[in-house]
Protein backbone atom coordinates (compact mmCIF):
# COMPACT_ATOMS: atom_id res chain seq x y z
CA UNK A 1 0.00 0.00 0.00
CA UNK A 2 1.07 3.43 -0.78
CA UNK A 3 0.80 6.39 0.50
CA UNK A 4 -0.59 10.20 -1.81
CA UNK A 5 -0.35 13.60 -0.33
CA UNK A 6 -3.55 15.37 -1.26
CA UNK A 7 -3.81 19.00 -0.12
CA UNK A 8 -2.84 18.80 3.71
CA UNK A 9 -3.70 15.35 3.85
CA UNK A 10 -2.16 12.03 3.71
CA UNK A 11 -4.47 9.03 1.43
CA UNK A 12 -3.32 5.56 1.74
CA UNK A 13 -4.49 3.21 -0.93
CA UNK A 14 -7.16 0.19 0.46
CA UNK A 15 -8.18 -2.95 -1.46
CA UNK A 16 -11.51 -4.00 -1.07
CA UNK A 17 -12.14 -7.73 -0.95
CA UNK A 18 -13.91 -9.43 -4.35
CA UNK A 19 -17.14 -10.19 -2.14
CA UNK A 20 -16.43 -6.27 -1.06
CA UNK A 21 -16.37 -4.87 -4.52
CA UNK A 22 -19.22 -6.52 -5.63
CA UNK A 23 -21.26 -5.90 -2.85
CA UNK A 24 -20.25 -1.95 -3.06
CA UNK A 25 -20.85 -1.85 -6.90
CA UNK A 26 -24.69 -3.60 -6.55
CA UNK A 27 -25.22 -0.66 -3.89
CA UNK A 28 -23.92 1.73 -6.18
CA UNK A 29 -25.82 0.68 -8.87
CA UNK A 30 -29.05 0.46 -6.67
CA UNK A 31 -28.46 3.55 -5.63
CA UNK A 32 -27.94 4.79 -9.17
CA UNK A 33 -31.52 3.95 -10.00
CA UNK A 34 -33.12 4.99 -7.22
CA UNK A 35 -33.52 2.11 -5.15
CA UNK A 36 -30.89 1.76 -2.79
CA UNK A 37 -31.05 4.95 0.03
CA UNK A 38 -27.70 6.62 0.16
CA UNK A 39 -28.02 5.72 4.10
CA UNK A 40 -27.02 2.17 2.91
CA UNK A 41 -24.21 3.57 1.26
CA UNK A 42 -22.68 5.18 4.21
CA UNK A 43 -23.51 2.07 6.91
CA UNK A 44 -21.46 0.32 4.17
CA UNK A 45 -18.37 3.05 4.18
CA UNK A 46 -18.33 2.93 7.96
CA UNK A 47 -18.29 -0.43 8.11
CA UNK A 48 -15.00 -0.43 5.95
CA UNK A 49 -13.53 2.26 7.90
CA UNK A 50 -14.09 0.36 11.15
CA UNK A 51 -12.56 -3.22 9.35
CA UNK A 52 -9.51 -1.23 7.45
CA UNK A 53 -8.92 1.90 9.59
CA UNK A 54 -9.79 5.15 7.56
CA UNK A 55 -11.79 8.16 8.25
CA UNK A 56 -14.76 7.01 5.95
CA UNK A 57 -15.74 10.53 4.80
CA UNK A 58 -12.29 10.65 3.24
CA UNK A 59 -12.57 8.06 0.54
CA UNK A 60 -12.47 8.82 -3.09
CA UNK A 61 -10.99 6.88 -6.17
CA UNK A 62 -7.76 5.60 -6.60
CA UNK A 63 -6.32 6.02 -9.87
CA UNK A 64 -5.67 2.17 -10.17
CA UNK A 65 -9.53 1.78 -10.17
CA UNK A 66 -11.36 -1.21 -8.97
CA UNK A 67 -11.02 -2.83 -5.61
CA UNK A 68 -8.74 0.24 -5.18
CA UNK A 69 -10.02 3.63 -3.11
CA UNK A 70 -7.86 6.58 -1.35
CA UNK A 71 -8.96 7.63 2.46
CA UNK A 72 -7.24 9.29 5.25
CA UNK A 73 -5.70 6.49 7.66
CA UNK A 74 -7.42 6.80 11.10
CA UNK A 75 -4.62 8.63 13.50
Same mark, same amino acid.
Given at each position: !? ?9 ? &? ?5 ? /? ?12 ? &?? /? ?9 ? $?? !? ?5 ? &? ?8 ? $? ?10
Amino acid at each position: !MKKEEASSLIY &KEYELTD /IEYEEICDLSEGNN &KG /IVPNGILVAFW $KR !MAEKYGF &KWETGRASPK $KGKFFLAEPVD
